[in-house]
């Protein structure tokens, strides 16, 4: 039990979930070191959520409200992290969730489809009985993609999505949402609208916020969308990161 | 195999060892974690060892040098990214190797034990059979030290340590070394010679200063030491951060 009084209580909860689950068996080999990462980039930022990436997430929300097959990628670090939070935003957004494994093996695809199940959420898409295509033509895992889910949907929200990944998903011509704290990196720099967040944070933000746009016109989102520009707002995040104490 | 063509080869050679050392048994649950936060400090500078880490790592060298009893603290991150490095600089500055591991098991110690020796260096510190006493009277693992070791040590270089454990061994009144990526760590603040650099760089760096400066008088050894301000020297280190593309 980590005392609540400790300096860094927060994040060694999350550290605490990230063990269990790789316990539990269903991470990559590397992804407490992505996790790490992440920590770092948002020590920097205070472990708070920013104005840009509140800015991004409105983009982000809007875009897929408008969507007509929005798609939720899920990994092991996403799941590990935030399932119950992403199955809310699904339901709130209308959006499919499918398993999306750089280092996709059976095992890990059947862990995972179990606990979104376990949790509530039945129609996972990206599990090892799902109709499976390929993207750009690249027959291996790492372009894989449910027929019904990522390989036909315009618009997908890749939390903490690898940079290969992120460039095979982009070069489909999706369009692509990321949720990564590090806003140098290549999936924040390839994607439409990059969220420079902790996805624990951003995934219920965007599930509120998604409640309040659901009951504007559409012609407000369209404009929210077509106002956003991701290199201005990933400049901006940047500038958030304090190296100062 | 990683393409020598990769962006990220070199980092992606050391996450291959930490891989390597997880299953090997011999890392703590969040070890890989916090090679995680240490690959991302690492990006911010670079990846080049800055200045003022060298201007430290004489420093430190130098200290080392006038120590009556210095030891190199070994863990398991340490182990798994430079452990022929360890032997090296310890065999230069005379130094003694000490296993510490915050996260103490038995398994743990033997693994680690039979790499060092198994890389030629048979009179390891720390281990199963050997004395062991407790700093500042604090009867736990945490504060857990060889007699002869670093419970007897004037100077402890501790490369990649854990904040509380820090705090222990500089409360006990030694001169603490530390090599550590985020100069705003309570490890980095808390030390008297703080090294913002990436151990598999610093550590090779810090044998060549030993051999250039053991040729050297004690008397600049020691204005070396006494010229040096850590805060200051944080205050440039983090100064080193680059945020910008």
Redesign the interface.
């Known amino acids: 039990m980590i005392p609540k009084s400790h300096p860094r209580y927060e994040s060694l909860l999350l550290?605490d979930k990230?063990?269990k689950a790789?316990k539990e068996g269903y991470l990559a080999?590397?992804?407490?070191?992505?996790?790490?990462?992440?920590?770092?980039?948002d020590?920097l930022i205070g472990e708070k959520t920013t104005y840009p990436a509140k800015r991004a997430m409105y983009v982000a929300v809007a875009a897929l409200l408008l969507s007509n097959n929005p798609v939720i990628s899920v990994n092991g670090n996403a799941t590990a992290l935030a399932c119950d939070e992403i199955i809310e935003l699904a339901k709130s957004v209308d959006a499919k969730i499918e398993i999306n494994l750089f280092y996709r093996t059976d095992d890990r695809v059947k862990i995972i489809t179990k606990l979104y199940e376990d949790h509530g959420f039945k129609d996972i898409l990206g599990t090892l009985d799902d109709d499976i295509e390929y993207l750009n033509d690249i027959k291996n895992n790492r372009a894989s993609a449910s027929k019904t889910g990522i390989y036909s949907a315009d618009t997908i929200l890749i939390p903490l999505e690898d940079g290969d990944r992120a460039e095979i998903l982009k070069k489909s011509g999706k369009n692509i949402i990321t949720i990564d704290l590090?806003p140098?990196s290549r999936t924040s720099k390839m994607s439409d609208v990059s969220i420079m967040d902790n996805i624990v944070r951003a995934i219920p933000f965007m599930t509120k916020i998604a409640e309040d746009l659901k009951t504007q016109e559409k012609s407000v989102l369209i404009e929210l969308v077509n106002d956003f520009d991701n290199e201005e707002n990933l400049k901006e995040s940047?500038?958030q990161?304090k190296?100062?104490?």
Chains 1, 2 share one sequence.
């Open positions: 550290r990230m063990v790789s080999d590397s992804a407490m070191i992505a996790h790490g990462r992440g920590e770092a980039f020590y590090n140098l940047l500038e990161i190296l100062k104490e």
